[in-house]
């Protein structure tokens, strides 16, 4: 696993709001802790497991990266807070389409209704759908398609008026 790769595990984890990942291979384990959102930042820790063949160079530690997501979300908070947040239940994969080929469920500005398929979540190879509790506006899509999501992510924000 080279440097491009973490860094992109890392901006990964980050954008996923996962608190912590583990991932072991052969020659390399990586965990991703992000911190709290008092701290505000976030620490990884990448250790080389020996190996019996000499290897050419050892793979620098990556410098943290603050999380650079909490500063600003501090007042776009108070912005949103007349907004209604759709979270996800479920722990899964986010689509914003039932297929590739198929048009999205909902764009910002769609006017929705209580009921309406909001998108679709994969979770160990069962597509759910995600329905509307409210009815209302999207104001704010939060989450990237093919994207994974957490149990409890906001996945839209909507103007209920």
Known sequence: MDIKEIQNLIKFVAKSGASEVKL??????????TGSEDKGDSTTYVQQIPMNQPVA????????????????????????SKYITIKSPIIGTFYRKPSPDKPV?????????????????EAMKLFNEIESEVSGKIVKILVDDSSPVEFDQPLFLVDPS
Do not use: N
């Open 24 to 33: 072991e291979m052969d020659d390399v384990k990586i965990t991703i802790r």
């Open 57 to 80: 160079q050892a793979m620098p530690a990556i410098p943290a990266t603050p999380a650079s997501t909490s500063a600003p979300e501090a007042p776009a908070a108070t912005e949103d």
């Open 105 to 121: 469920f909902v764009e910002v500005g769609t006017s929705i209704g209580e009921g309406d398929v909001l998108c679709v979540i």
